[in-house]
């Protein structure tokens, strides 16, 4: 198989999101941020021209395969995108629902820690894996129940460099070469439970499942908790996968807030609202996804939460629109 075609393999693979999903938070963090489409161009390392037309709308519209089109640029926008969510957005401060999908979430980080056991949470895009995984991190962390590690793997990223960053995050030296990484993680993270959260794990070769399944084979017995699309549990069901599987407990399948859920959290953020204001929202952020060759429809928790900043934004407008109205009248009247 040519390199061309086992990359396109590779980023098909990753499960990523739409080109509507992506270009809309793409453009959201436009707006929030200010910056302007040369300079996320920029720091992002891709031509202005390639950002400029994808977002848009055009990359390939009206051709055959167009989302292939597109994985490259969709892969470096996400991974840009949950980069600076990362390392800039202050979520321990906005809201949070205890929904049942992070209950779940929650109770296997702490499970898989205790018992140094794996599982592997398969969800579609926005089903609330990364939220959960940091929140849960932080609680552990905070309140000295042990230590948990969070890493989040980039696209094509090598198990050298992700054992290097597995290092850094648990504050360990992190030179020399993959045996001698592995040796320091468990030497010096024996004293306490730790649990490793590997956050897009679909990203990682077979080669650096393996690296990661080394850690959870010998003590310390550290816990692994792996989140990623569904193209993981396919990876894992393999046969060459077997040592995998015999140390993952259970595999969750997210689907996403439920109904019920998505109805609670709007009516706690917008207040009341008629029912088919309610229902309408709930169907915007209705996703698709594939599954075993089937068609999956999900409520997308972060189209939910992207319309209702949309919706405070607009409620918002008019008040500063009439706040403006008296400096006007001030103005003319000098
Ligand atoms: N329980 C929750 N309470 C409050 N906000 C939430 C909750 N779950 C998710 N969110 C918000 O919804 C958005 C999407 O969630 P998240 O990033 O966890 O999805 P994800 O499954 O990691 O998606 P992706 O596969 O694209 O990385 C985020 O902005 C997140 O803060
Ligand atoms: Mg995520």
Redesign the pocket.
């Known amino acids: 198989m040519s390199i061309a075609r086992d990359r396109m393999q590779y980023l098909k693979a990753l ?1 990523l ?1 739409s080109d509507a999903e992506l270009i809309r938070r793409a453009r959201n963090f436009l707006l929030e941020s200010g910056l302007t489409q040369s300079e996320m161009a920029e720091l992002m390392g891709i031509p202005i021209g390639t950002l400029r037309v994808w977002t848009s709308g055009s990359y390939g519209a009206n051709v055959p395969h167009a989302q292939d089109n597109s994985l490259s640029i969709r892969a470096k926008v ?1 991974d840009y995108l ?1 980069q600076w ?1 990362e390392t800039h ?1 202050d ?1 321990l401060n ?6 049942s ?2 209950a779940t979430i929650r109770a296997s980080v702490l499970d898989a820690m205790e018992n140094g056991v794996a599982y592997l949470v398969d ?13 849960v991190a932080a609680e552990i962390n905070d309140h000295a129940k042990g230590h948990a590690v969070y890493m989040r793997v980039r696209c094509e990223q090598a198990p050298s460099s992700f054992l290097v960053e597995c290092c850094i995050r648990a504050g360990i030296p992190s030179r020399g070469n993959i045996d001698q990484m592995i040796r320091k993680l468990r030497f010096f993270l024996s004293g306490r439970r730790t649990v490793l959260i590997v ?2 794990a679909q990203a990682l070769s077979k080669t650096g499942l393996e690296v990661l399944r080394q850690l959870l084979d010998e003590p310390p017995y550290f816990g692994v908790i792996l ?3 569904h193209n993981l549990s396919v990876t894992l069901q393999h046969w060459q996968m077997e040592q995998w599987r015999s140390r993952l407990r259970k595999t969750h399948l ?1 689907t996403g ?1 439920s109904h019920r859920e998505a109805e609670d ?1 709007l009516l706690e953020q917008l207040g009341p609202m008629s029912r088919r204001d309610v229902d309408d929202t709930i169907d915007e952020a209705m996703t698709e996804t594939m599954r075993d060759s089937k068609r999956v429809r999900y409520i ?3 189209a ?3 319309a209702i900043r949309s919706a405070k934004a607009a409620m918002a407008a008019p008040a500063v629109e009439a706040a403006a109205q008296p400096e006007l009248q001030e103005a003319g009247a000098a």
């Open positions: 499960g999101p996400k949950d969510d957005d979520f906005r809201p949070h629902y205890q929904t999908d992070f969800g579609p895009p926005g089903t609330q894996k990364t939220h959960s995984f940091r929140r956050d897009e989140g990623g699309s997210l807030p959290i997308s928790a972060r939910l939460f992207d």
